[in-house]
T-cell receptor, first 117, second 114 residues
Framework: AQKITQTQPGMFVQEKEAVTLDCTYDTSDQSYGLFWYKQPSSGEMIFLIYQGSYDEQNATEGRYSLNFQKARKSANLVISASQLGDSAMYFCAMREDYTGTASKLTFGTGTRLQVTL | DVKVTQSSRYLVKRTGEKVFLECVQDMDHENMFWYRQDPGLGLRLIYFSYDVKMKEKGDIPEGYSVSREKKERFSLILESASTNQTSMYLC?????????????FGPGTRLTVT
């Protein structure tokens, strides 16, 4: 069974600093996808970034980058130049890759990030 | 813009009531999902559907059922609500093609069962 582990329940970072949110995963599949979602206090889940297991380069989207280390089974999210609006809950998730029925996501327990002045 | 809407943001129901949570998406997505979110537990998949009238159990289906009569609509049903079903419920949808990987989420329904 797939499992996602986020060991940091809460993190603090100062504005304009970079922060790394940890995510490790466990799967026996060769083909899978890793996601990060942001959930502000308003509740909606916002997709941030995606990494496929066969992608050779780390994914980047603006200030977000995913530090993918396949051998270590880790997929850490790096936020550069933190902003106050980055304060939110962040979830790491993994997708099983198979055809036939829907590809499900397995989520971690989340990390609450607080950006301070 | 992809839109996933849920019928209520907040809902208060009594123990034993039958509860319907509705989700509608406007992007012609094949797949639809229902999750519940609890503090410290993340999001857990209740049920999902990959086609009209098709459904599969997720990780925590007990006490829930679902209905998908039309492609755009996916309903979660609590047959007899209990206090341990007090939670945030999130609906999501996605294309069937795994290359189109993102799941789009609705705003959530915070359900309180008293």
């Amino acid at each position: 069974a797939q499992k996602i582990t986020q060991t940091q329940p809460g993190m603090f970072v100062q504005e304009k600093e970079a922060v790394t949110l940890d995510c490790t995963y466990d799967t026996s599949d060769q083909s899978y996808g890793l996601f990060w979602y942001k959930q502000p206090s308003s509740g909606e889940m916002i997709f941030l970034i995606y990494q496929g297991s066969y992608d050779e380069q780390n994914a980047t989207e603006g200030r977000y980058s995913l530090n993918f280390q396949k051998a270590r089974k880790s997929a850490n999210l790096v936020i550069s130049a933190s902003q106050l609006g980055d304060s939110a809950m962040y979830f790491c998730a993994m997708r099983e890759d198979y055809t036939g029925t829907a590809s499900k996501l397995t989520f971690g327990t989340g990390t609450r990030l607080q950006v301070t002045l | 813009d992809v839109k996933v809407t849920q019928s209520s943001r907040y809902l208060v129901k009594r123990t034993g009531e039958k509860v319907f949570l509705e989700c509608v998406q406007d992007m012609d997505h094949e797949n639809m999902f229902w999750y519940r979110q609890d503090p410290g537990l993340g999001l857990r998949l209740i049920y999902f559907s990959y086609d009209v009238k098709m459904k599969e159990k997720g990780d925590i289906p007990e006490g829930y059922s679902v209905s998908r009569e039309k492609k755009e609509r996916f309903s979660l049903i609590l047959e007899s609500a209990s206090t341990n079903q007090t939670s945030m419920y999130l609906c999501a949808s996605s294309f069937a093609d795994t290359k189109s990987y993102e799941q789009y989420f609705g705003p959530g329904t915070r359900l309180t069962v008293t």
